[in-house]
């Protein structure tokens, strides 16, 4: 839905110049994004803006001319962009979302994942907030896990999103929305940037074997999966306040990242059988990871809320057909 609004352009004919009022249409819903330079926030950013709202995107390291340079940790700074833009609904995605950093940097994580969402949820009266959080809130050993079942966190990363979750509900109780999701992949900008599509590199290698996890369940999801399910909630609680409180959204493909590995090689017509499975996790692997926190998403079906989610080998050519050997002069065009 837009508004008309009259703008002046000028007009350039040969040997005659004009000044013309023409009307344009100006999206009145809002929506902030934070972290929108990166992997999930770029598809949310783009998810509403293609679908007729005024979106403005916030980054702070990666900020490009586009979005806006915000540091979340600056409490003035966060509170000048939300009363200069106004919006309606603010999605947050602005996170260390790396549980090895969250272990070694903790202090700079927690004033992120915990801190931030302090500050945005102070800030968002009378404005509807969605928080993006993770499954590593849960320990992973007793799944399918549903919104109302018990947090355990076993690292670092998942104790500081749930923190970040009880801080957000508990400052913004009558209108914000906590959204539990799974490992991610979408459009990288570089492969490094997902635990997914970092994956292939390790499919390309194909003359040299190499070992990949294979007992740690995942269901790896598509950002613009997400990105969707975001805007179908902004857009319900614009119509009924009433919707609040936590969600789970997931893709339903089970795969360990070995098993990921193979269906990449697939997608891609590429071999895998220097790919070799492995079963017992080494010492010194890094942050614990629950073995299986598979979400259970029947809130968000109900309501009539979810997507549909994108089939894993679709979405991965998507998001890797760039950084083909034969194309990678794409990736300075497209991402």
Same mark, same amino acid.
């Given at each position: 839905?837009?508004?008309?609004?009259? !703008?002046?352009?000028?007009?350039?004919?040969?040997?005659?110049?004009?000044l013309v009022q023409d009307e344009v249409y100006?999206?009145?819903?809002?929506?902030?994004?934070?972290?929108?330079?990166?992997?999930?926030?770029?598809?949310?950013?783009?998810e509403f803006k293609n679908n007729d709202w005024d979106a403005l995107g916030?980054?702070?390291?990666?900020?490009?001319?586009?979005?806006?340079?915000?540091?979340?940790?600056?409490?003035?700074?966060?509170?000048?962009?939300?009363?200069?833009?106004?919006?309606?609904?603010?999605?947050?995605?602005?996170? !260390?979302?790396?549980?090895?950093?969250?272990?070694?940097?903790?202090?700079?994580?927690?004033?992120?994942?915990?801190?931030?969402?302090?500050?945005? *949820?102070?800030?968002?009266?009378?404005?509807?907030?969605?928080?993006?959080?993770?499954?590593?809130?849960?320990?992973?050993?007793?799944?399918?896990?549903?919104?109302?079942? &018990?947090?355990?966190?076993?690292?670092?990363?998942?104790?500081?999103?749930?923190?970040?979750?009880?801080?957000?509900?508990?400052?913004?109780?009558?209108?914000?929305?906590?959204?539990?999701?799974?490992?991610? /992949?979408?459009?990288? @900008?570089?492969?490094? !940037?997902?635990?997914?599509?970092?994956?292939?590199?390790?499919?390309?290698?194909? &003359?040299?074997?190499?070992?990949?996890?294979?007992?740690?369940?995942?269901?790896?999801?598509?950002?613009?999966?997400?990105?969707?399910?975001?805007?179908?909630?902004?857009?319900? *609680?614009?119509?009924?306040?009433?919707?609040?409180?936590?969600?789970?959204?997931?893709?339903?493909?089970?795969?360990?990242?070995? @098993?990921?590995?193979?269906?990449?090689?697939?997608? /891609?017509?590429?071999?895998?059988?220097?790919?070799?499975?492995?079963?017992?996790?080494? *010492?010194?692997?890094?942050?614990?990871?629950?073995?299986?926190?598979?979400? @259970?998403?029947?809130?968000?079906?109900?309501?009539?809320?979810?997507?549909?989610?994108?089939?894993?080998?679709? *979405?991965?050519?998507?998001?890797?057909?760039?950084?083909?050997?034969?194309?990678?002069?794409?990736?300075?065009?497209?991402?």
């Amino acid at each position: 839905m837009s508004i008309r609004e009259k !703008e002046l352009k000028i007009h350039f004919k040969p040997g005659h110049v004009e000044l013309v009022q023409d009307e344009v249409y100006t999206p009145y819903r809002r929506v902030l994004v934070t972290g929108a330079t990166g992997l999930l926030g770029r598809a949310v950013y783009k998810e509403f803006k293609n679908n007729d709202w005024d979106a403005l995107g916030c980054g702070y390291n990666r900020a490009r001319p586009c979005f806006l340079k915000c540091n979340l940790l600056d409490d003035d700074a966060v509170r000048g962009v939300i009363q200069g833009f106004q919006p309606h609904v603010i999605v947050h995605c602005a996170a !260390e979302r790396r549980p090895d950093v969250v272990e070694h940097h903790t202090e700079e994580a927690m004033n992120l994942n915990v801190h931030a969402c302090s500050t945005l *949820a102070k800030e968002s009266d009378g404005i509807f907030l969605i928080y993006i959080s993770t499954d590593y809130v849960f320990d992973g050993r007793n799944p399918p896990y549903g919104e109302n079942d &018990a947090p355990n966190p076993l690292n670092l990363y998942g104790k500081s999103k749930l923190e970040g979750e009880r801080e957000i509900l508990r400052h913004c109780p009558a209108g914000a929305a906590v959204l539990r999701v799974p490992i991610l /992949f979408g459009e990288v @900008e570089k492969v490094e !940037e997902s635990a997914v599509t970092v994956l292939w590199d390790r499919v390309q290698e194909g &003359a040299e074997s190499c070992t990949i996890d294979h007992s740690q369940q995942r269901f790896p999801t598509y950002t613009n999966d997400v990105a969707r399910v975001c805007r179908n909630m902004a857009e319900r *609680a614009l119509q009924d306040p009433s919707l609040r409180g936590i969600f789970h959204y997931s893709a339903k493909e089970q795969m360990t990242k070995y @098993e990921m590995a193979c269906a990449i090689a697939d997608a /891609f017509n590429l071999p895998c059988s220097h790919l070799i499975p492995m079963t017992e996790q080494p *010492a010194g692997a890094g942050a614990q990871r629950p073995q299986n926190a598979q979400l @259970e998403c029947s809130r968000l079906e109900l309501l009539g809320l979810s997507a549909e989610p994108t089939p894993f080998k679709t *979405a991965i050519r998507d998001s890797l057909w760039p950084f083909q050997h034969d194309k990678r002069w794409r990736q300075t065009v497209f991402h």
